[in-house]
């Protein structure tokens, strides 16, 4: 039999199945004759056709790795693997913590960690820390989720699970507003992206080493989206609409804690630079020891409203379906799409992309986007660098067509 000759220095070759077996076909008849009968049904032919099919599931599976080497198609572990070589960790899930629920029941039950309540959805909680009921039979205690993600605790009564703690008897959260949601494992699409934003993870000073900072999780968490420039004259100017000082750089930050994202700027950006914003965070230099004010923006929202005009695949899909894609997509949690983001237009193309991704089927005639105050339109609207779109579900209106 011949070499293996499908790597090449253009990369793996991954030939039609026929080519294979008719490369097969030839070296079997190279060995024993030219008369040699290769009918498929054949002893010989048999042969044949089973060396074909493992060549191809050999050639099949050296592209699949060879394709782990490109970061724009490597998924799994060999894309964390590449996001490690620029100092990116993967962020992991996390659990949704709901802290001050109220227990009650008789004085002066026990409550210890890991006992278990149920929401209205079925979501299941625990309890992350022991708690004795007080006098008058109640007490606070904080809950998590036991599955990682995005799971609601919502306010109202919860539901004990059977076999609970005897004497504990009611369980409720008085409130969502300080539930702390969980997040999923990004997908790889998602991490992805992450890396195209954090590749200059480890430099400084640069305008991509500042914005790479922004981005990493492991340095500023929970940042969805932002824009950054730059003023390196000597005098005031104004850049794309914003005014930034003399040899100054501004950023825009969507998400992220106003700490973690004073500490990103002032540990990544040149010394001497000045900053631009209205958020304003006193933040120590942990080497020099000296306290700096470090200066960035947050966005403007921008209300908007969305008319889709559909065609519904099915009556199983109905008209919350299609509100619930659009609210998936502003929130950026659709893999591939990056959503609302800071400075981003909002577009109608990609939001009818959003439907057909989340509700196959779904036939979109027309897709309308205006800020709130304006007339529909099918045009793109844009935002300033500073302002965010955000859209709410009473602002998506459904027109479903037959």
Same mark, same amino acid.
């Given at each position: 039999?011949?070499?293996?000759?499908?790597?090449?220095?253009?990369?793996v070759?991954?030939?039609?199945?026929a080519?294979?077996l008719?490369?097969?076909?030839?070296?079997?008849?190279?060995?024993?004759?030219q008369n040699?009968?290769?009918?498929?049904?054949?002893?010989?032919g048999?042969?044949?056709?089973a060396?074909?099919?493992? #060549?191809?599931?050999?050639?099949?599976?050296?592209?699949?790795?060879?394709?782990q080497?490109?970061?724009?198609?490597?998924?799994?572990? %060999?894309?964390?693997a590449?996001l490690?070589? +620029?100092?990116?960790?993967v962020?992991p899930?996390?659990?949704?913590?709901a802290?001050?629920?109220?227990v009650? *029941?008789?004085?002066?039950t +026990?409550?210890?960690?890991?006992?278990?309540?149920k929401?209205?959805?079925?979501?299941? %909680?625990?309890?992350?820390? @022991?708690?004795?009921?007080?006098?008058?039979?109640?007490?606070?205690?904080?809950?998590?989720?036991?599955?990682?993600?995005?799971?609601a605790?919502?306010?109202?009564?919860? &539901?004990? !699970?059977?076999?609970?703690?005897?004497g504990?008897? &009611?369980?409720?959260?008085?409130s /969502?507003?300080?539930? !702390?949601?969980?997040t999923?494992?990004?997908?790889?699409?998602?991490?992805r992206?992450?890396?195209?934003?954090?590749?200059?993870?480890? *430099? @400084?000073?640069?305008?991509?080493?500042?914005?790479?900072g922004?981005?990493?999780? /492991?340095?500023?968490?929970?940042? #969805?989206?932002?824009?950054? #420039?730059?003023?390196?004259t000597?005098s005031t100017?104004?850049?794309?609409?914003?005014?930034?000082?003399?040899?100054?750089?501004?950023?825009?930050?969507?998400?992220?804690?106003?700490?973690d994202v004073?500490? &990103?700027?002032?540990?990544? =950006? +040149?010394?001497?630079?000045?900053?631009?914003?209205?958020?304003v $965070?006193?933040? !120590?230099?942990?080497?020099s020891?000296?306290?700096? !004010?470090?200066?960035?923006d947050?966005? +403007? /929202?921008?209300?908007t409203?969305?008319r889709? &005009?559909? =065609?519904?695949?099915?009556? $199983?899909?109905?008209?919350?379906?299609?509100?619930?894609a659009?609210?998936?997509?502003?929130?950026?949690?659709i893999? *591939?799409?990056? *959503?609302?983001?800071?400075?981003g237009?909002?577009?109608? %193309?990609?939001?009818?992309?959003?439907l057909?991704?989340?509700?196959?089927?779904i036939y979109?005639r027309?897709?309308?986007?205006?800020?709130t105050?304006?007339? %529909?339109?099918?045009?793109?609207v844009p935002?300033?660098l500073?302002?965010?779109?955000?859209?709410?579900a009473?602002?998506?209106?459904?027109?479903?067509?037959?």
């Amino acid at each position: 039999m011949s070499a293996y000759l499908y790597i090449t220095a253009e990369g793996v070759i991954v030939p039609d199945t026929a080519a294979i077996l008719l490369e097969v076909n030839g070296e079997y008849k190279a060995v024993f004759g030219q008369n040699l009968n290769t009918d498929p049904e054949g002893p010989a032919g048999v042969l044949i056709n089973a060396e074909a099919l493992a #060549r191809g599931e050999v050639v099949a599976n050296n592209a699949a790795l060879a394709n782990q080497i490109n970061p724009n198609i490597a998924g799994g572990i %060999f894309l964390d693997a590449l996001l490690a070589l +620029t100092g990116v960790d993967v962020p992991p899930a996390t659990n949704t913590f709901a802290p001050g629920i109220e227990v009650a *029941g008789v004085y002066p039950t +026990t409550i210890p960690a890991g006992s278990q309540a149920k929401t209205p959805a079925g979501d299941i %909680f625990q309890t992350t820390e @022991s708690v004795s009921l007080d006098p008058d039979g109640t007490a606070t205690v904080n809950f998590s989720a036991i599955e990682a993600g995005p799971i609601a605790a919502p306010a109202g009564a919860w &539901t004990i !699970l059977p076999g609970g703690v005897l004497g504990w008897e &009611t369980v409720v959260n008085p409130s /969502a507003d300080d539930v !702390l949601l969980g997040t999923a494992q990004p997908s790889d699409a998602e991490l992805r992206e992450l890396r195209n934003n954090t590749l200059a993870a480890q *430099g @400084s000073s640069l305008s991509e080493a500042i914005i790479s900072g922004l981005y990493n999780p /492991a340095q500023t968490p929970g940042v #969805r989206s932002l824009k950054y #420039r730059e003023n390196y004259t000597g005098s005031t100017a104004v850049i794309d609409g914003i005014t930034l000082v003399k040899n100054s750089i501004w950023a825009c930050v969507q998400g992220g804690s106003d700490a973690d994202v004073a500490a &990103t700027l002032l540990a990544f =950006k +040149t010394g001497g630079t000045n900053w631009n914003g209205a958020v304003v $965070v006193p933040t !120590l230099d942990p080497n020099s020891g000296q306290t700096y !004010l470090v200066k960035f923006d947050r966005p +403007t /929202a921008v209300p908007t409203k969305t008319r889709a &005009t559909v =065609k519904l695949p099915s009556s $199983v899909i109905t008209s919350d379906d299609v509100k619930a894609a659009i609210l998936a997509y502003a929130a950026g949690t659709i893999s *591939g799409m990056a *959503g609302f983001v800071v400075g981003g237009s909002v577009s109608p %193309f990609e939001e009818a992309a959003a439907l057909n991704a989340l509700i196959p089927g779904i036939y979109v005639r027309k897709l309308e986007v205006a800020k709130t105050a304006d007339a %529909f339109g099918t045009i793109e609207v844009p935002l300033a660098l500073n302002q965010v779109a955000t859209i709410s579900a009473n602002d998506i209106d459904v027109v479903v067509i037959t």
